[in-house]
C-alpha cells in the first residue's frame, strides 16, 4: 500500500469517528430549542420555506451544472485530487469571506441576501468538487450525491449518522432514493446555520460575523467532500474504512 493511500485510510478513520460522534451539551439543548420553536410554526409557513429553498438549490444545481467543465483525465491519482481540490477550495473561501462580509456590512436586507448567495457559492464548489474527483454531474446520482454531501456536512448529530450511513453503502442506496427530503434538508440546513446568521444581521459586528463564518462553514464544507470522494473511490475499490487507530492505548 502506498504511503498517501495510508494517509488517507487513516484520515478516514479519524473524520468517520468525528461524524459519528455525540453532541456536546450545548449542541443537544440547541437543537432542542430549535426543534421546539419549528413545532410553534405552522404548517403552511413550513411549506412555503421548503419549497422555497428547493427552488432555489434545483436553480443552483442546474445552473452549476451548465457552467462545469469536463472532467479531468482519468490518470490523476488520489493525492493529485486532493491538492487540487484544496486549491479549488481556497478560491470559492474567499469568494464566500468577501461575499459573507459585504452582505454583513450592510444591514439586514443585504444581510438576508447572504443566505441564497452563500448557498449558490457552496452549490457551485460542490460541483467543482465531483469534476475533480472524475464524476459526471450530468448524471442525476452524482447530482443526489453532491446533495448528501451538503446534508452530511450542516446537519444534526442523527442525520449526520443516517447520511453518513447512505454514503458508505452509495452503490447499494442510490437506487432507492427517490428524491431528496426536502423539508429534512432546509430544517436540518437552517437550524445549523440559524444563530450565526441571526449575529450576521447585527449592527456593527455583522461584517465580522459574516466573514468568520462563511470561512468556517466553507471549509467544513471542503473537508466533507474530500473525505466523502475518498471514502467513495477507496470503496469502489474493495476497502472498506474500519480499521484505524486504537484509541484504547
Known amino acids: 500500500m502506498d504511503t498517501y493511500r495510508w494517509k488517507v485510510e487513516e484520515e478516514l478513520f479519524l473524520w468517520k469517528r468525528k461524524m459519528t460522534k455525540r453532541t456536546g451539551l450545548i449542541g443537544r439543548t440547541s437543537k432542542n430549542v430549535q426543534t421546539k420553536v419549528n413545532g410553534l410554526i405552522p404548517e403552511k409557513v413550513h411549506q412555503v420555506i421548503t419549497e422555497s429553498i428547493k427552488n432555489m438549490v434545483k436553480v443552483t444545481l442546474v445552473g452549476s451544472n451548465i457552467k462545469m467543465k469536463k472532467r479531468l483525465p ?44 452563500l448557498l449558490s457559492i457552496k452549490m457551485k464548489f460542490l460541483f467543482e468538487a465531483a469534476t475533480v474527483y472524475g464524476f459526471d454531474t450530468d448524471e442525476y446520482e452524482e447530482r ?25 453503502h452509495w452503490e447499494q442506496q442510490k ?34 460575523v459574516g466573514a468568520v463564518a462563511n470561512y468556517n462553514l466553507l471549509d467544513q464544507l471542503g473537508e466533507t467532500a474530500m473525505n466523502s470522494y475518498g471514502l467513495r473511490l477507496l470503496s469502489k475499490n474493495g476497502l472498506e474504512i474500519t480499521k484505524g487507530i486504537d484509541f484504547n492505548n
Open 74 to 117: 482519468l490518470e490523476l491519482n488520489l493525492q493529485e485530487r486532493d491538492e487540487l481540490l484544496q486549491e479549488k477550495l481556497t478560491t470559492f473561501r474567499k469568494t464566500a469571506v468577501v461575499e459573507g462580509a459585504g452582505t454583513g456590512a450592510g444591514g439586514i436586507l443585504l444581510g438576508l441576501a447572504d443566505f441564497p448567495l
Open 144 to 168: 443526489l450525491y453532491i446533495l448528501h454531501i451538503f446534508l452530511l456536512a450542516f446537519s444534526s448529530e442523527e442525520k449526520r449518522k443516517e447520511t453518513l450511513e447512505i454514503m458508505e
Open 175 to 208: 437506487s432507492l432514493i427517490g428524491e431528496m427530503d426536502w423539508r429534512d434538508f432546509q430544517q436540518e440546513y437552517r437550524d445549523y446555520i440559524d444563530l450565526v446568521k441571526m449575529l450576521q444581521l447585527l449592527p456593527g459586528i455583522g461584517a465580522m
